[in-house]
């Protein structure tokens, strides 16, 4: 068993944290949910880009992932490639991440277009000094060494991180919960409103907390149902009708 020290830090109100010394000495920065993701420039698939230049106005999925020509690797990609109208439905574009060199990249990326029948038509960038992965927290020492993780990022227009998440090298992620995530926070940004476990586009929302009774019978009519004071839910079909009702009016 892996001797650790420990450093005991204690809050305001006394709580209490034991976090091993190791972790403490590490602290960097790491991307975190609201951060604006930093620009950099990349050698891609598709030619060099400034990422911010290349992403800034359009909703960005970036994900990292361990190599090219690797098993579990070559299914995300061909999944994500097949997804492609769905996801420029919601305005966004893909970019992908590796150690590799970009002319690995480049024949990868046409041996699963041609396994798959779908071509990868968005830009794979080559990391091959790790120096991008480092900095987006994308090596995890303990699961993969300096090998890349498998970490999605998704951005909004401004850059500014809205999600993120880890996998590790053996769990291939799902295309569906990225889609179903991106359409959560689009719905989130539109109409003041949050998601549900499980939500789907259709079902209902609910209420943030920020949000008055008063701003709810103003923007959802009689389509809000309260629960408790605490949990209050969102008929979708109010939604549809109040659109159809402010069109209406302004027309
Ligand atoms: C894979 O994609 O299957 C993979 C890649 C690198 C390490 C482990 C698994």
Redesign the pocket.
Same mark, same amino acid.
């Given at each position: 068993m892996e001797q650790l020290q420990f450093f005991s830090g204690r809050g305001r109100n006394g709580e209490f944290v034991r976090l091993p010394r190791a972790y403490r000495q590490k602290v960097k920065w790491v991307p975190h949910i609201g951060d604006i993701f930093p620009d950099f420039d990349a050698t891609t698939t598709q030619g060099p880009i400034r990422f911010h230049g290349w992403a800034e106005g359009n909703w960005t999925i970036l994900f990292s992932? *361990? !190599?090219a020509f /690797? *098993? $579990?690797? /070559?299914t995300?990609l061909a999944s994500l490639a097949r997804a492609r109208r769905e996801f420029a439905d919601r305005n966004a574009n893909l970019i992908g991440l590796t150690n590799d060199e970009v002319q690995a990249l480049k024949a990868w990326a046409d041996e699963v277009a041609v396994l798959f029948g779908t071509p990868v038509d968005f830009p794979l960038i080559e990391d091959s000094s790790g120096l991008l992965a480092r900095t987006f927290g994308m090596h995890h020492q303990k699961e993969?060494g300096n $090998?890349t993780i498998r970490k999605t990022f998704i951005l909004d227009p401004s850059m500014r991180i809205r999600m993120i998440f880890e996998y590790p090298? !053996?769990v !291939?992620r799902s295309t569906g919960e990225l889609l179903r995530t991106l359409d959560a926070l689009q719905h989130q940004d539109a109409l003041d409103v949050a998601t549900p476990a499980d939500w789907q586009p259709g079902l209902e929302y609910v209420l943030p907390m920020h949000v008055t009774a008063e701003q709810a019978d103003h923007r959802f009519g009689r389509g809000w149902t309260e629960i408790n004071d605490y949990l209050r839910v969102v008929d979708p079909a109010a939604l549809v009708e109040r659109h159809r009702r402010i069109t209406r009016q302004s027309a």
């Open positions: 992932q *361990p !190599g /690797t *098993p $579990v690797c /070559t995300e993969s $090998v090298l !053996g !291939g």
